[in-house]
């Protein structure tokens, strides 16, 4: 089993759609979540980061449910320059902190 | 401000031939450093990590090695390129010690041919 897992989509949404992806881990050392966002042939960037108590930035909504292991985001008003891979990352403790990403949520965002 | 700088952004190289891809940071002590690799349509799977000089993690058994000779540098090696080699390599690095967020090189296309 994948330590974090995503639907690969594509999510085919039009402008002005709200869309939600999910991810889950596994490894219950997990502390601390992110979301990043990948272009086509281009390094991934951070979105956002996770907390516990959930959190907004703009149009981008993401939550946290560590009893289900079970990350989300959810993006309002989708925008054609929204288009992109989604990566669900966590930061385990093991020994060091190191990163761990999911696959990817693909979004296609159409006019 | 720190920043990352990965070398060279595209690599054509024969199966069999070494490689050494170098990546180093700016603006910070003791990072976290990261090698990832990102198969054409795929996830970003963990290389190498590592917490501090001569300090590496190896993820997965490969036809790859790391090695940080300095505390900014970490370089990504092979002595013989195999054609499942290919890939988007990506360096990272990660502030030690926290849980935090990692910053991405521009990272590099490799093709073995």
């Known amino acids: 089993r994948k330590e974090v897992e995503q639907d690969p989509g594509p999510f085919n949404v039009p402008e002005g759609a709200t869309v939600a992806f999910n991810c889950t881990y596994s490894?219950?050392?997990?502390?601390?979540f992110f979301w990043y966002r990948q272009d086509c042939r281009k390094e991934p960037k951070l979105l956002m980061s996770v907390y516990s108590s959930g959190n907004e930035d703009g149009r981008f909504t993401a939550q946290l449910n560590r009893a289900s292991q079970y990350i989300s985001l959810l993006i309002r008003d989708s925008k054609l320059s929204d288009s992109a891979t989604y990566l669900c990352?966590?930061?385990?403790?093991?020994?060091?902190?190191?990163?761990?990403f999911g696959s990817g949520t693909r979004l296609l965002v159409r006019p | 401000s720190q920043t990352i700088h990965q070398w060279p952004a595209t690599l054509v190289q024969p199966v069999g031939s070494p490689l050494s891809l170098e990546c180093t940071v700016e603006?910070?002590?003791?990072?976290?450093l990261y090698w990832y690799r990102q198969a054409a349509g795929r996830g970003l799977q963990l290389l190498f990590y590592s917490i501090g000089i001569d300090q590496i993690s190896s993820e997965v058994p490969q036809n790859l090695s790391a090695s940080r000779p300095q505390d900014r540098q970490f370089i990504l090696s092979s002595k013989k390129l195999l054609l499942s080699d290919s890939g988007f390599y990506l360096c990272?690095?990660?502030?030690?010690?926290?849980?935090?967020?990692?910053?991405f090189g521009q990272g590099t296309r490799l093709t073995v041919v």
């Open positions: 603006g910070t002590s003791n990072p976290n």
């Open positions: 990272a690095w990660s502030v030690s010690e926290r849980n935090t967020e990692a910053f």
């Open positions: 490894n219950s050392a997990s502390q601390s």
């Open positions: 990352v966590v930061n385990v403790l093991d020994g060091s902190y190191k990163l761990i």
